[in-house]
Nanobody
Framework: QVQLVESGGGLVQAGGSLRLSCVASGRTFNNYAMGWFRQAPGKEREFVAAISRSGGTTLYADSVKGRFTISRDNAKNTVYLQMNSLKPEDTAGYYC???????????????????WGQGTQVTVSA
């Protein structure tokens, strides 16, 4: 497993942008598929985006497609989530997750991921 630490959350007006970062410990970061999930108060955790080990394959929730971009820098052990055109309904705690993989398979189910960060809060005002 890896240790994950998110940062970059905050308060932003609707239509604004934020970039979240997630730094992973260890020297085998490029063996892990990475995902971003979010959870709003009173709601279940939901998938946002995922990226394969090499960064060559990505997957998005329909609700964020075209607005959010997931990327990674394996040299820095970091995965990013660029969030543009933010909406009040994007308000949630955002969590980084990791899954060790030997292929470029990506999954949306949170149960598939082994390691989780503590989360960073994103609040979008109307």
């Amino acid at each position: 497993q890896v240790q994950l630490v998110e940062s970059g959350g905050g308060l932003v007006q609707a239509g604004g942008s934020l970039r979240l970062s997630c730094v992973a410990s260890g020297r085998t970061f490029n063996n892990y598929a990475m995902g971003w999930f979010r959870q709003a108060p009173g709601k279940e955790r939901e998938f946002v985006a995922a990226i394969s080990r090499s960064g060559g394959t990505t997957l998005y929730a329909d609700s964020v497609k075209g607005r959010f971009t997931i990327s990674r820098d394996n040299a820095k052990n970091t995965v990013y989530l660029q969030m543009n055109s933010l909406k009040p309904e994007d308000t949630a705690g955002y969590y980084c997750a990791a899954k060790r993989r030997y292929t470029d398979l990506l999954r949306r189910e949170d149960s598939d991921y082994d390691s989780w960060g503590q989360g960073t809060q994103v609040t979008v005002s109307a």
